[in-house]
């Protein structure tokens, strides 16, 4: 299973952040990637950086012939083509787009690891695995994405936007 990660706070090219992450849901299926099912948007507590406004997140199951880095690479220019600037870790941005999991590869390279190495941090990741992927489990630790969750549990977990 390959799982990419969305999020966006600032309004770009393609509209405010809930318009660019259903836009970039459109992109992942396109160009040699297949979208399988999307989870809810989500309205979360920035990560990292708290003086900056919520996140709009959501998770994508797709499908894809990319090997992992040209799929991180596809990933780039669609970040791109959304109008993101690289400038500041965990800042504000128009769209951000990771691969949490590839298949269950485990990948540490100067470019790109596998699995995300925040996954068990990030509630924002882990609440729409949880609803998404019910079997899926982290490549390392075998963990489900309900079980990571419980275990951030007294976080603020965030609210579907409808």
């Not at 299973?1 to 405010?16: D, E």
């Not at 160009?31 to 998770?59: C, H, I, M, W, Y």
């Not at 690479?73 to 083509?81: D, G, N, S, V």
């Not at 949490?100 to 990948?107: S, T």
């Amino acid at each position: 299973m390959i799982l990419i990660a969305l999020g966006s706070n600032m309004s770009g090219p393609w509209g405010t952040p809930q318009q660019s992450v259903q836009h970039a849901l459109q992109a992942l299926d396109h160009d040699g990637l297949k979208l399988v099912e999307a989870s809810r948007l989500l309205l979360t507590a920035p990560f990292g950086k708290p003086n900056q406004p919520p996140f709009v997140n959501a998770v994508a199951h797709v499908e894809t012939h990319l090997a992992p880095l040209a799929l991180l690479q596809k990933l780039h220019a669609i970040e791109k083509a959304a109008g993101r600037r690289r400038k500041t870790r965990w800042g504000p941005r128009t769209l951000d787009l990771d691969i949490i999991d590839y298949h269950g590869i485990v990948r540490v390279t100067k470019n790109l690891v596998l699995p995300h190495p925040g996954i068990a941090d990030r509630i924002f990741v882990l609440k729409p695995i949880s609803e998404l992927a019910v079997k899926w489990r982290h490549p390392s630790s075998h963990l489900s994405a309900a079980t990571m969750l419980r275990k951030l549990k007294g976080f603020a977990e965030g609210r579907e936007i409808k």
